[in-house]
């Protein structure tokens, strides 16, 4: 296994069906990080999204099948920890994640000692809201993993996420692909595992082109459900209690 060389950061990109708004982001990623490696994760993408990320000079992992952001994100962070990276960051292919605040996801995990850091909407920063039972169950969410991870949360759902290499190395192994699960199930993992999980204030912006893989109705049925992702997740054995030992 490679050796990681100091702060090396890598950006993973999942992205199902994005060929029009991938190349604009994979620019501004250079533009805003030009010290980081970029790594396409297509998920089963049925259009050009493959093609766009050769042309823009990434690493790509094509996955045959849909498997969900989270799926697309273990098989990042396995890239990740085979090829030695300190740092892996998801940034979505929408647009809606600004890479300008990579360097502010970076810095918080080292000046906080964290080894996840998320970067969240409702911390202060940018004029991102929601409402109704979207709003409900995210502050529902937020008051019971911010007990779990003993921190103060305030966006759980949040995918803008960076991880260390300890972090990389739990969720290379055990990271859910179900809806929510990469987050919220995430972080009871992240809890469970003893990892630092902090946050730190970012603008997040509208989608700037594609199709969403879920209506805003459908969203908010499946957030009105995650109190019950959040109940089985907290109630799931840990890899560590399946297997006799910690992670």
């Not at 919220?184 to 730190?200: C, K, N």
Request: overall charge positive.
């Amino acid at each position: 296994m490679p050796s990681p060389q100091a702060d090396s950061l890598l950006v993973i990109v999942p992205a199902w069906n994005e060929e029009e708004t991938l190349p604009a982001v994979i620019r501004e990623i250079r533009d805003c990080a030009p010290w980081a490696d970029v790594l396409v994760v297509s998920d089963g993408s049925t259009d050009s999204t493959v093609r766009a990320a050769v042309a823009a000079g990434t690493r790509v992992l094509d996955l045959p099948l849909n498997l969900g952001v989270g799926g697309a994100m273990r098989a990042g962070y396995k890239y990740a920890l085979r090829h030695g990276y300190s740092y892996a960051v998801q940034v979505d292919a929408d647009g809606q994640h600004n890479p300008n605040d990579l360097s502010r996801l970076l810095d918080a995990a080292k000046d906080l000692g964290a080894d996840v850091v998320i970067g969240a909407r409702f911390a202060g920063r940018g004029e991102y809201s929601v409402r109704g039972p979207r709003k409900w169950s995210m502050k529902l969410l937020s008051v019971v993993l911010s007990r779990v991870n003993r921190t103060k949360l305030t966006d759980t759902t949040s995918g803008f996420k960076l991880s260390n290499r300890r972090a990389i190395s739990v969720f290379s192994a055990n990271y859910p692909a179900e809806y929510l699960g990469d987050t919220v199930e995430a972080l009871v993992i992240a809890a469970r595992s003893g990892l630092v999980v902090r946050q730190v204030g970012v603008e997040m912006r509208e989608r700037a082109g594609g199709t969403p893989s879920h209506s805003p109705l459908k969203a908010a049925v499946f957030l009105g459900r995650a109190a019950l992702a959040l109940l089985i997740a907290l109630t799931r054995p840990s890899s560590g209690d399946r297997e006799g030992h910690d992670l």
